[in-house]
């Protein structure tokens, strides 16, 4: 078997020379589904994990813009649609000078597992671009957001392409995108998710990845019999993920002592509360990427170019983006008597660091633990075509209800000799799903 995977990965590098992350994200995939590939005939000839590491359609563009000097400036602009089988291509665009098309197709890949997990139609995609918001102002902001949506607007649709926000891009910039986009094709659809509240956003939208994530955690603890009530917490990130988290922990009784930037990580030994949490919004707005601010408002310790994974807790959520954690942090977790680690980001380990924790602690890969906020951007894609909102408790009852089912799924694939295993359990249950999808589509 490994060497069938091992002449599977190469022909797959020799095809996309110096992809990183996306090798990585197809190795962790393709070790996972290749039992269930390799002995299912339907499957292998009609060469399915060769065409799911193929994006169906990848778009590059020019994305002028002119500064508030007046000066020109030029980015470069992403879509990468890959795999529409169950459904229009889904996933968020990504502002961040880290975005290439490496980047992105590691993005997109994951994203047709994940979105094949939560149970709803959507296919997978990732867009972007290298554009970074640090220290610009909200007019420049517009203006690309404008520039980049003029070319982007003529590739996707509600029932084409839907994409949502992602790191660098919140309400605000998806605010920006969507009136561009109804300008120019004079219609008001649901294109895109992470909408404000006004004008077809979903309640429990902001909030979704981090309440699914504990959500998942619930389901993890529970096979331990444990809940997550007094449990110590670390966090990376200072976002919307790490604020829906923190906020969803709280609630339940667990206590979060870390929250990072690029700058260092926060140990607040008090643990974080309502304030706090709220207060991690204005720093996130403030544009500055900066976390330390915290530890001077609130009087915590502030550790400068460290991250949370020294700290001593009973579970970690990486929170904030790719390979955020390293063996070595694993290492360091697990030995301060680390049990679980919920990866909240996508990719957020090394798959150095993925491999150790699978084997020492109970490890939920992001493509099941985050996928609580694709699953809300599906459900507001429903209210969009419902013309219809639903409620906050019934989105969050909703959102509830698929986590508890993306954890079913994984429990389902991924057990062997009574261990739960939830990265084949995440890679194999969203692999058949859309595997079966297109067998029965033929060859296209
Ligand atoms: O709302 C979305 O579709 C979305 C946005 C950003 C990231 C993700 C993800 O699943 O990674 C989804």
Redesign the pocket.
């Given at each position: 078997m490994e060497a069938k995977i091992n002449e599977f990965m190469e022909a797959l590098k020799a095809r996309t020379a110096g992809e990183a992350e996306f090798h990585q994200a197809a190795q962790e995939v393709v070790e996972s589904v290749w039992e269930t590939y390799d002995s299912n005939p339907k499957y292998k000839n009609a060469k399915i994990l060769e065409k799911m590491c193929e994006p169906e359609r990848t778009i590059m563009f020019r994305v002028p813009w002119i500064n508030d000097n007046g000066e020109v400036e030029i980015n470069r602009g992403y879509r990468v649609e890959f795999n529409s089988a169950i459904g229009p291509y889904?996933?968020?665009l990504r502002f961040h000078p880290s975005v290439t098309l490496s980047a992105l197709k590691f993005?997109g890949f994951e994203?047709t597992f994940?979105n094949s997990l939560t149970t709803l139609p959507m296919g997978g995609g990732k867009g972007g671009s290298d554009f970074n918001a640090k220290g610009r102002s909200d007019n420049e902001i517009m203006r690309f957001c404008q520039s980049f949506m003029t070319e982007l607007c003529k590739h996707i649709g509600p029932n084409t392409d839907v994409p949502?926000?992602?790191i660098g891009v919140g309400g605000r910039e998806i605010g920006y995108l969507f009136g561009q986009y109804k300008r120019i094709r004079n219609e008001f659809t649901g294109v895109l998710?992470?909408k404000p509240l006004e004008f077809g956003g979903s309640l429990i939208r902001p909030e979704a990845t981090g309440f699914g994530a504990v959500y998942f955690a619930q389901h993890m603890v529970a096979e331990n019999k444990e809940t997550l009530e007094g449990k110590t917490v670390a966090l990376s990130g200072f976002g919307n993920v790490t604020w829906g988290a923190a906020l969803k922990l709280v609630e339940l009784g667990a206590k979060v002592v870390t929250v990072s930037g690029p700058d260092g990580y926060v140990y607040d030994k008090e643990g974080l509360d309502a304030e706090k949490i709220d207060y991690l919004l204005d720093l996130r707005a403030s544009n500055n990427d900066v976390v330390a601010p915290y530890a001077e408002k609130f009087g915590a310790e502030f550790f400068a170019g460290k991250k949370p994974w020294e700290a001593k807790v009973d579970m970690a959520f990486p929170c904030a983006i790719q390979n955020e954690l390293n063996e070595e942090d694993a290492k360091l977790l697990v030995t301060n008597g680390c049990k679980y680690v919920v990866e909240t980001s996508?990719m957020g380990c090394t798959a150095e660091a993925m491999l150790y924790l699978v084997d020492n602690c109970a490890f939920a890969p992001g493509k099941a633990a985050?996928?609580g906020?694709?699953a809300v951007?599906g459900l507001e894609m429903s209210q969009n075509s419902l013309r219809f909102n639903w409620t906050a408790e019934e989105v969050d009852a909703k959102l509830s209800r698929i986590m508890k089912d993306i954890h079913d799924t994984c429990v389902k694939f991924g057990t062997k000799d009574g261990k739960i295993n939830y990265v084949n359990g995440a890679n194999i249950g969203g692999f058949v799903k859309v595997a079966e999808a297109m067998v029965a589509q033929g060859c296209v």
């Amino acid at each position: 078997m490994e060497a069938k995977i091992n002449e599977f990965m190469e022909a797959l590098k020799a095809r996309t020379a110096g992809e990183a992350e996306f090798h990585q994200a197809a190795q962790e995939v393709v070790e996972s589904v290749w039992e269930t590939y390799d002995s299912n005939p339907k499957y292998k000839n009609a060469k399915i994990l060769e065409k799911m590491c193929e994006p169906e359609r990848t778009i590059m563009f020019r994305v002028p813009w002119i500064n508030d000097n007046g000066e020109v400036e030029i980015n470069r602009g992403y879509r990468v649609e890959f795999n529409s089988a169950i459904g229009p291509y889904k996933g968020g665009l990504r502002f961040h000078p880290s975005v290439t098309l490496s980047a992105l197709k590691f993005l997109g890949f994951e994203q047709t597992f994940k979105n094949s997990l939560t149970t709803l139609p959507m296919g997978g995609g990732k867009g972007g671009s290298d554009f970074n918001a640090k220290g610009r102002s909200d007019n420049e902001i517009m203006r690309f957001c404008q520039s980049f949506m003029t070319e982007l607007c003529k590739h996707i649709g509600p029932n084409t392409d839907v994409p949502a926000g992602d790191i660098g891009v919140g309400g605000r910039e998806i605010g920006y995108l969507f009136g561009q986009y109804k300008r120019i094709r004079n219609e008001f659809t649901g294109v895109l998710t992470g909408k404000p509240l006004e004008f077809g956003g979903s309640l429990i939208r902001p909030e979704a990845t981090g309440f699914g994530a504990v959500y998942f955690a619930q389901h993890m603890v529970a096979e331990n019999k444990e809940t997550l009530e007094g449990k110590t917490v670390a966090l990376s990130g200072f976002g919307n993920v790490t604020w829906g988290a923190a906020l969803k922990l709280v609630e339940l009784g667990a206590k979060v002592v870390t929250v990072s930037g690029p700058d260092g990580y926060v140990y607040d030994k008090e643990g974080l509360d309502a304030e706090k949490i709220d207060y991690l919004l204005d720093l996130r707005a403030s544009n500055n990427d900066v976390v330390a601010p915290y530890a001077e408002k609130f009087g915590a310790e502030f550790f400068a170019g460290k991250k949370p994974w020294e700290a001593k807790v009973d579970m970690a959520f990486p929170c904030a983006i790719q390979n955020e954690l390293n063996e070595e942090d694993a290492k360091l977790l697990v030995t301060n008597g680390c049990k679980y680690v919920v990866e909240t980001s996508n990719m957020g380990c090394t798959a150095e660091a993925m491999l150790y924790l699978v084997d020492n602690c109970a490890f939920a890969p992001g493509k099941a633990a985050n996928a609580g906020g694709v699953a809300v951007s599906g459900l507001e894609m429903s209210q969009n075509s419902l013309r219809f909102n639903w409620t906050a408790e019934e989105v969050d009852a909703k959102l509830s209800r698929i986590m508890k089912d993306i954890h079913d799924t994984c429990v389902k694939f991924g057990t062997k000799d009574g261990k739960i295993n939830y990265v084949n359990g995440a890679n194999i249950g969203g692999f058949v799903k859309v595997a079966e999808a297109m067998v029965a589509q033929g060859c296209v």
